[in-house]
């Protein structure tokens, strides 16, 4: 049995070949004498194959403890520019609320300055409108002739393109004060008030058209123009 293992000089000599050209293992001649030719090449083989193996893996740990050193430095790069984004963002978003919550004031502010001119106004207008039908029935051409004249000098005043918004607004109170002191100024009628309608209607266009008359201004020039009525 011994004989029928032990290599002959010419495997020998191709063993020793293969053993420093092509395997990388280097088995001690015990071992090569103790296994038959074809078992060698088979564990040659499966060695070589396991080498490969696992240079292929070490390949791909080396690339995965790359990679995840890249992740590490650009997550601690980014991330101060991150949190001060956030940081800018929070800030602009509290701005934004501020900047709503005054103008939701101001609205808040103008509806009840306008709903009490408003309410002012209508109960004047039922108070004064049961006292002066008769006055209107005892004159009315020397009431209608002075509604003529206010209507041809106020369309003249604003008319004028140059008028400023204070000079508008001390007109109104100007005109106010006059019809305060005649006391037909809010009669019923088409025929009565159309010379009036035509006065406030000017006053209205001229008021919207206004540059400068914003806000405020507005609100106190519609107040002006309510009163006449």
């Known amino acids: 049995m011994a004989d029928r293992y032990k290599p002959t000089e010419e495997s020998s000599s191709v063993g020793r070949e293969h053993r420093h050209s092509s395997c990388d293992m280097d088995l001690p001649r015990t071992t090569m004498t103790g296994l038959a030719w074809s078992d060698w090449i088979n564990v040659r083989e499966i060695y070589n194959e396991s080498r490969i193996e696992s240079k292929k893996r070490r390949k791909a740990e080396k690339k995965v403890a790359e990679l ?17 984004r956030i940081v800018q963002l929070q800030s602009e978003l509290q701005r934004i609320q501020h900047e709503r919550e005054e103008v939701n004031r101001e609205n808040v502010s103008l509806k009840n300055k306008l709903d009490e001119a408003t309410s002012k106004l209508l109960a004047e207008q039922e108070f004064l409108s049961n006292q002066l039908d008769p006055l209107w029935e005892s004159k009315p051409e020397e009431l209608l002739k002075v509604f003529q004249q206010l209507t041809a000098d106020l369309i003249e005043i604003v008319s004028n393109t140059e008028l400023n918004v204070d000079v508008l607004i001390k007109v109104m109170q100007e005109i106010v004060k006059v019809l305060g002191r005649a006391p ?34 507005m609100i106190q020039v519609v107040h002006e123009n309510a009163k006449i009525f």
């Open 68 to 84: 995840a050193r890249e992740l590490h430095i650009l997550e601690n790069e980014k991330q101060p520019l991150v949190s001060e």
């Open 184 to 217: 037909w100024h809010r009669l019923g009628g088409s025929t009565k008030i159309s010379s009036m309608v035509t006065m406030m209607t000017l006053v209205t266009e001229r008021a919207v058209n206004h540059p400068d008359l914003r806000g405020a201004e």
